[in-house]
């Protein structure tokens, strides 16, 4: 099983930016990983997957040109780096990882962090 941390979460004024962190430990090998996010009253949503090798990524259109998903293998960590960020993105962010390709379905990840809220003020 692959263990997930969340980090870098926090408070921030809108138009700023925040990178999150997902380290992974246990066996990463071939896990894509991808943010997902929940606000309140809302349902999870998928924000950013990539593929294990990182040459595949995919965006939700809300976050397209905004956030950057990435992942250094040798600490086996991701990032999603946060800019412009908008009122809209406030929601607690989870990152999942799954064997195999990338998606933003969170009924097919078997591994979860446990989240890091993101608040996004005016």
């Known amino acids: 099983q692959v263990h997930l941390v969340e980090s870098g979460g926090g408070s921030v004024q809108a138009g700023g930016s925040l990178r999150l962190s997902c380290a992974a430990s246990?066996?990463?090998?071939?896990?894509?990983i991808a943010w997902f996010r929940q606000a309140p009253g809302k349902e999870r949503e998928g924000v950013a997957a990539?593929?294990?090798?990182?040459?595949?990524?995919h965006y939700a259109d809300s976050v397209k040109g905004r956030f950057t998903i990435s992942r250094d293998n040798a600490k086996s960590t991701v990032f999603l780096q946060m800019n412009s960020l908008k009122v809209e993105d406030t929601a607690v962010y989870y990152c999942g990882a799954k064997r195999g390709i990338p998606t933003m379905d969170g009924h097919s990840f078997a591994s979860w962090g446990q989240g890091t809220q993101i608040t996004v003020f005016s």
């Open positions: 246990g066996r990463t090998f071939n896990y894509a």
């Open positions: 990539i593929s294990w090798s990182g040459g595949t990524t």
